[in-house]
């Protein structure tokens, strides 16, 4: 079975071509994709709806519109972002013998974009593209914390789904969680995602000083007490340092 879908396909292959060949009409795209001249043009009103495209008034021909610029910036952001954590990934998960999380916040929710897996006998489940909450998740609350008001005002109005009894369900607990979060710089969670799980979480910045991402250490909380817990910390604010120094960010988080 094929899940294709020959629409997307298209309207891809027609971003692809107006990359190759800025500034040409609705016929000549029609005839690089392979496709009839309707078709071709319900594709690009579509695309220029979305700013995806731009149509030139005067000429009437076609290319790229800012927002692909935007997604083409994220794309580059992120590869670029993964490149540069992954030794230092291999270095926390060394030192910790833990599961070592990259994520990124995706509108309201989180999603894992690098994964270094423990070696331990007993360890979590993890999954590189795996999405989550932001309300709940080491990683995934310290990016709420630092995420644009509008973000946090969608997720604080909105349903607090309980993962389990240790989920923060309440809105005005979870706004004083966050506060604390940016005051601290760290955030430790403990089976507020999953039952029997520890997570602890650092930002990482790009050079403009933005949190981009969170790098996080998790585990069975069974191999977590008081001098894990402040040793984890400790290390997860100096891998977020070190990968936010090599993003070009200059004044570190305190370890």
Same mark, same amino acid.
């Given at each position: 079975?094929?899940?294709? =879908?020959?629409?997307?396909?298209? !309207?891809?292959?027609?971003?692809?071509?107006?990359?190759?060949?800025?500034?040409?009409?609705?016929?000549?795209?029609?005839?690089? @994709? *392979?496709?009839?001249?309707?078709?071709?043009?319900?594709?690009?009103?579509?695309?220029?709806?979305? *700013?995806?495209?731009?149509?030139?008034?005067?000429?009437?021909?076609?290319?790229?519109?800012?927002?692909?610029?935007?997604? *083409?910036?994220?794309?580059?952001?992120?590869?670029?972002?993964?490149?540069? !954590?992954?030794?230092?990934?291999?270095?926390?998960?060394?030192?910790?013998? &833990?599961?070592?999380?990259?994520?990124?916040?995706?509108?309201?929710?989180? =999603?894992? =974009?690098?994964?270094?897996?423990?070696?331990?006998?007993?360890?979590?489940?993890?999954?590189?593209?795996?999405?989550?909450?932001?309300?709940?998740?080491?990683?995934?609350?310290?990016?709420?914390?630092?995420?644009?008001?509008?973000?946090? !005002?969608?997720?604080?109005? #909105?349903?607090?789904?309980?993962?389990?009894?240790?989920?923060?369900?309440?809105?005005?607990?979870?706004? &004083?969680?966050?506060?604390?979060?940016?005051?601290? *710089?760290?955030?430790?969670?403990? &089976?507020?995602?999953?039952?029997?799980?520890?997570?602890?979480?650092?930002?990482?910045?790009?050079?403009?000083?933005?949190? =981009?991402?969170? @790098?996080?250490?998790? #585990?069975?909380?069974?191999?977590?007490?008081?001098?894990?817990?402040?040793?984890?910390?400790?290390?997860? @604010?100096?891998?977020?340092?070190?990968?936010?120094?090599?993003? #070009?960010?200059?004044?570190?988080?305190?370890?």
């Amino acid at each position: 079975m094929s899940y294709t =879908i020959t629409s997307v396909d298209r !309207a891809i292959d027609l971003l692809e071509a107006l990359a190759e060949h800025p500034d040409i009409g609705v016929t000549r795209l029609a005839e690089l @994709i *392979g496709s009839t001249k309707s078709h071709a043009f319900r594709l690009l009103h579509t695309l220029e709806q979305r *700013g995806y495209v731009l149509k030139d008034p005067a000429t009437r021909n076609y290319r790229l519109g800012y927002r692909s610029l935007y997604v *083409g910036e994220r794309a580059r952001d992120q590869a670029s972002l993964i490149k540069t !954590a992954q030794p230092i990934m291999d270095g926390l998960a060394q030192a910790t013998g &833990e599961n070592v999380h990259l994520v990124v916040r995706e509108q309201a929710r989180s =999603i894992c =974009i690098a994964l270094k897996q423990s070696q331990a006998h007993l360890r979590l489940y993890a999954e590189v593209g795996r999405h989550g909450p932001l309300h709940a998740g080491g990683g995934s609350t310290l990016l709420l914390a630092h995420a644009p008001k509008e973000i946090q !005002a969608a997720v604080l109005d #909105g349903p607090l789904p309980s993962f389990t009894p240790a989920t923060v369900t309440e809105a005005g607990v979870l706004r &004083e969680q966050l506060t604390r979060i940016r005051q601290q *710089g760290y955030h430790v969670a403990l &089976e507020d995602l999953d039952d029997g799980a520890f997570s602890i979480a650092a930002p990482v910045r790009n050079h403009r000083g933005e949190v =981009i991402a969170s @790098i996080s250490v998790a #585990g069975p909380i069974t191999r977590l007490d008081a001098v894990t817990t402040d040793r984890h910390r400790h290390l997860a @604010i100096e891998a977020a340092n070190d990968i936010s120094r090599r993003l #070009g960010f200059v004044d570190q988080v305190p370890t």
